[in-house]
């Protein structure tokens, strides 16, 4: 895979340079100075609650003239556009035309100002459904399809035809399976499509200022779900180097763009569809990849923040923005480094899980970033979401500008993922020979966690038993179905013998324990059967029980082939074909060591 270098996008014009500036009021800079502070104050609030829905015009207006009142803009300045995925179907293209609209207006606000500025998608660029859009295929989906990254380019070229874009690929983005054999030749389509030379990209926008994107590169090798997202390890060893090359103290700031978040990121999630089904976080069924992300988050404070998309939830929640730091009341210290993350909604009302219709507005300088959304729903309205401030170059202090607007009237709940002394701990179940860790039978309500002597942390929550990161404690995938476990109880018991292993264990908290082995037992107090929840062979707990598309769509038709042989040679009519057919697959769970 070809390297690229960043592309310097720095204006020659530099007097005419910055884009924070140009939308920031007078009460928001510096006495004697043209640079702002990236605070919000009463006063500006007075003038213009940018924490409030704006309508762009009027609040571009008074920004603008505000700044050049107070004397300009420098180097440093910038402001870019994120749309989350796009999932266009060619069909109903308003919602895209209007969103477009709706970006100009800022960009030619910004061009004028200073032309710094880029528009970056995150990916998931067609629907994955047939969209009407080849008549000798009727069943080819249109996501992944040359048609899509053509009309994709398209649209991302002409949102501001005077505004660079950048795309990242998505867990839907090499779904072109009826046009193409290999992921390769897939991904090869996509890049030709948007004139990319990597899957990555990196982008100087302003003075000591990066702009850095990952992208998914498999779908058909996949090995489980075809939509997780994954970036290869090429992709990741070149991160780490931009990074190690690009060090905070030197003063460079890195803003990051993948599709998926990464573990530990601490971002709302969708607990009954991407968690279980294993494509939450990036990397999310390769252990030591899905850590690898956060890990370099903390190692290098470069990292100033990272957009990510792929849950089509809204920006209304105060959990679709996580920073570095929190309040000491609201738990321990997070270990994000020095990164804020930010969840992307979508742009077109027929992809949103919520109702919601926006994108975000990433603008700052050397002395912060604000990071906004663009309320698409409300004709383009801008509202100022998080300000962030540098305190040095490896350290920042971020302010959520308003509050969450989503809990009077939205059945979206504020995710629980545990925390480390949370009430919902249970105590001992590293070392003790027999607990119970969830006293009473299993219901709904029921939230307990604990961890293994073994390191892996089991939890219980919406009915359901879950694995979470032993690090960064965020949920790794199902182990349990409510089916399986409400009512139930549940109890860890000493199934070794302790004394023939004098190696030690590391719980969450550094401190080590006597190695043993462990059985989780689920009783069933209605019919007294025990249920003993085997780990997998990587010693992980969780199901990977979502396989690859390809795979299961190679099923469909061989089920289909069935029927048409119950129909064509038996006789059986449609109802009774689709009846009587039955799959089996193998390998069997069991523990006898005989296939019969």
Known sequence: MKITTCHLVLSSLLSLMGTTEAFLPSSMMRPGSSKPLLTSTSSDKAETDRSKLVDADEWLDAAVKSTLDQGGYDESSFLVGILGDLHIDPRKLEDYQDGAADWRRIFEAAKKAHGNTCLVSLGDLGDSKNCDHNEENPAELFSGTSLCHKIAADFLGNVCPDVPYEVIGGNHDLEGIDEFMTDQENLDAFLKAHNKPTPQFCRQIADKTLLVGLGSTVFRDAPFTSHEVIIDQEQIDWFENLLKDKPADDGWKIFVFTHAPPNGSGLRIIQENHVVNGCCWLNHSDESQ???????????????????????????????????????????????????????????????????????????????????????????????????????????????MHDDEAYEHDNYFKVYQPTDGDEQYVRGAETAELISVTDEPVTMETKAWWRLNSGRVLGVLNGMLLEYDKSTLAPLGLVLTKEELLGNTITVADSGITECDVEAAVTGDDEEVPKCEQAVLVHDLKTNKITVVQPNEDGSYWRKIVRNKIARMQEKRREEAAVAYALEHIGLNQTEAMESIESTWGPETTISGNAL
């Open 290 to 400: 899905c850590r690898k992300f956060i890990e370099l988050v903390r190692e290098h404070r470069s990292i100033k923040a990272w957009f990510s998309g792929h849950f089509h939830l809204g920006q209304d929640y105060q959990d679709s923005i996580t920073f570095p730091t929190i309040p000491p009341e609201e738990g321990p210290y997070p270990k994000r480094g020095s990164c804020v993350f930010a969840q992307t909604s979508v742009m077109a009302k027929d992809t949103s899980r919520d109702g919601r219709q926006q994108s975000r507005l990433l603008r700052g300088n050397k002395d912060g970033f604000e990071i906004c959304t663009v309320d698409h729903k409300e004709g383009g309205k801008i509202r100022l979401d998080a300000t962030i401030t540098y305190s040095d170059h490896s350290h920042n202090v971020g302010i959520y």
